[in-house]
């Protein structure tokens, strides 16, 4: 059996950020995850003028509920997608000029449905390239609050910025939601808020945030889930257990779902309070599963799925087009390239049994991390993959190409 310590969640950690940077006090992180984007998540923290100290264990952050300490900053957000859509709301609730850009990678990807929002709520931001993509200024001068209306059909952290905004508004907000994709992930926000001291309501697509502000509190990040399901899917392939310690029956994260897939293709599985194991079987069987829920780890899956007795079916997944790549179509792509038959859709990929995979393929990474861990999980079973980038892999777990090492050996 191997037992696995899974860096913390990338997607608590953002949400951690805010809050403590947002309320009243001083806010201890406990665990929070060390990566790429998180630490550039606390870099746009500090360039808006806020006290965050950074230990190994733990990160300490001085709260302002009144907003940024600076009337004016320039903020680089990297590649962190949380980091370009949460900061430029937490901005707003203070008084001052702030500009907001990021990477190549991140200006390609969508803003357009929240910052027509942040400007329904009168907020003065312009787009200074692009309209829709960073890079972005705004001149805030606090948020009055009020209703509004949001399409969250291409990501779920739109509506979590303006949740996550709502307490700080002068009026509070009552946001009606159009559609929204990965519903787990407002879960997340929602009960983070409740944790800070917030009031947060849903009423089917309404969604109720009164104001007051936060309370500051030492807050624990739990285990990534996304990151898990690599390790999960490893356990599933080769017949090996896998124990993630820390993620269980209390679990925030929705894509703890992903070891419910893995049952329905034959794993064994175990939730227990605080801990999770996947114990392979030696059966894969084919399937046709919903991930719009958890889509981040749909590459997983797709990089398991030539192992299955029977084809692999992923649908309302058109969401995954829109991440740090393609990720849809780059499954497709690197699973041809191993030679398996692949057919796609607009939001869905079919993936068809391999008896024999080619070895030695170079995979092409897109500059996204998860390609990189899913196809980690093909490479136990087919000899000699290697990656085109695999140092991407830093954005979220910097670490992982050794503990996956290390895992490989312990399964044999």
């Not at 709260?63 to 590649?79: F, H, L, N, S």
């Not at 993959?385 to 695999?390: L, Y």
């Amino acid at each position: 059996m191997a037992v696995v310590e899974i860096p913390g969640s990338k997607s608590i950690t953002a949400r951690a950020l805010f809050l403590a940077a947002a309320a009243d006090g001083v806010t201890t992180l406990v665990r929070p995850l060390r990566s790429d984007d998180s630490e550039g998540f606390a870099e746009g923290l500090v360039a808006l003028g806020y006290r965050v100290g950074r230990t190994p264990g733990a990160w300490q952050i001085d709260g302002r509920p009144q907003g940024p300490a600076v009337t004016e900053a320039d903020v680089y957000c990297r590649d962190g997608a949380t980091t370009a859509r949460f900061l430029p709301a937490l901005a707003a609730t203070g008084h001052g000029t702030y500009r907001f850009d990021a990477s190549p990678q991140m200006r390609r990807r969508p803003l357009a449905p929240l910052t027509r929002a942040l400007r329904d709520l009168g907020v003065d931001l312009r787009h200074e390239e692009a309209e829709g993509h960073h890079p972005l200024t705004i001149e805030a001068a606090g948020v009055e609050g009020g209703n509004v209306t949001l399409d969250a059909g291409q990501s779920s952290q739109y509506l979590t910025a303006l949740l996550l905004l709502g307490p700080l508004t002068r009026k509070g907000l009552r946001i009606r939601v159009t559609d929204l994709v990965s519903a787990p992930y407002v879960g997340i926000t929602m009960a983070m808020m409740r944790a800070f001291g917030a009031d947060v309501r849903q009423d089917g697509d309404v969604f109720v945030v009164p104001p007051g502000g936060y309370r500051a509190t030492t807050y624990a990040i739990e285990p990534d889930a996304s990151t898990s399901s690599y390790f999960f899917a490893a356990a599933a392939l080769t017949g090996g257990e896998v124990t993630v310690p820390g993620l269980g029956t209390g679990a925030l994260q929705g894509d703890l779902g992903f070891v419910d897939v893995l049952r329905r293709m034959g794993a064994r599985v175990e939730i227990a309070a605080d801990r999770t194991t996947v114990t392979g079987t030696g059966e894969l069987r084919g399937l046709t599963v919903n991930m719009r829920d958890i889509s981040d780890t749909m590459p997983t899956l797709a990089a398991l799925a030539p192992f299955a007795s029977g084809p692999v079916r992923i649908e309302d997944v058109a969401n995954t087009r829109v991440k740090e790549c393609d990720r849809l179509e780059a499954c497709a792509e690197n699973l041809r390239r191993l030679g398996v038959r692949v057919e796609t859709g607009d939001d869905w990929i079919e993936i068809h049994p391999g008896a024999a995979l080619a070895p030695h393929t170079d995979i092409k990474s897109y500059g996204d991390h998860r390609i990189v861990m899913s196809f980690a999980v093909t490479g136990l079973r087919t000899p000699g993959i290697t990656f085109d980038d695999p140092g991407c892999v830093r954005k979220t777990f910097p670490g992982f190409h050794e503990a996956f090492g290390e895992l490989r050996a312990a399964l044999g």
